[in-house]
């Protein structure tokens, strides 16, 4: 069984995000989801959720491409996730490129091209008009 696993926080779902997660299920059998915590975005991230965490995760475990959700509290824990939950790939949105190289000494890494047209922020930018 080939493992998979992405971040984010995935903050007001659009098909940006599905597309991102169908693609990342495609890479292999099983997507493991590390959901960003309302303190690591918020600390970390300078983001601040509309939906707080459980109801983000709710919505990503209803997703037919995602097989289980686990929490991202830090940068840093991405390197033990590879080995706990013994994945085979890691990927994530393009506009991350290169930022996790470090993880190809562990796994195969994968940067998939971002939806263009859509954002939380385009959303939010449209809804005020
Ligand atoms: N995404 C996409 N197309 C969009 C918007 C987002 O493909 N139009 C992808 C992003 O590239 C990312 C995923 O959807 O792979 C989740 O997006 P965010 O919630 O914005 O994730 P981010 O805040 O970038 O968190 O440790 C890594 C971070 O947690 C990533």
Redesign the pocket.
């Known amino acids: 069984m080939k493992r998979v696993i992405?971040?984010?926080?995935?903050?007001l779902l659009h098909y940006?995000?599905i597309?991102?997660l169908r693609r990342a299920k495609a890479l292999g059998d099983y997507l493991v989801v590390a959901l960003?915590t309302d303190e690591f975005n918020w600390n970390c991230?300078q983001?601040k959720c509309y939906f707080p965490y459980e109801e983000r995760r709710r919505m990503l475990e209803a997703i037919r491409y995602v097989d289980l959700v686990i929490p991202?509290e830090s940068?840093e824990q991405k390197m033990t996730d590879v080995d706990q939950y013994q994945i085979d790939v890691f990927c994530?949105?393009d506009?991350?490129a290169g930022k996790f190289d470090f993880l190809k000494e562990k796994c195969e890494v994968v940067y998939?091209p971002?939806?263009p047209e859509?954002?939380t922020t385009k959303i939010k930018q449209d809804l005020q008009k």
């Not at 992405?6 to 903050?11: H, L, M, R, S, V």
């Open positions: 992405t971040y984010g926080t995935f903050d940006g995000h597309e991102l960003s991230k983001k991202e940068w994530i949105g506009d991350w998939l971002r939806t859509i954002s």
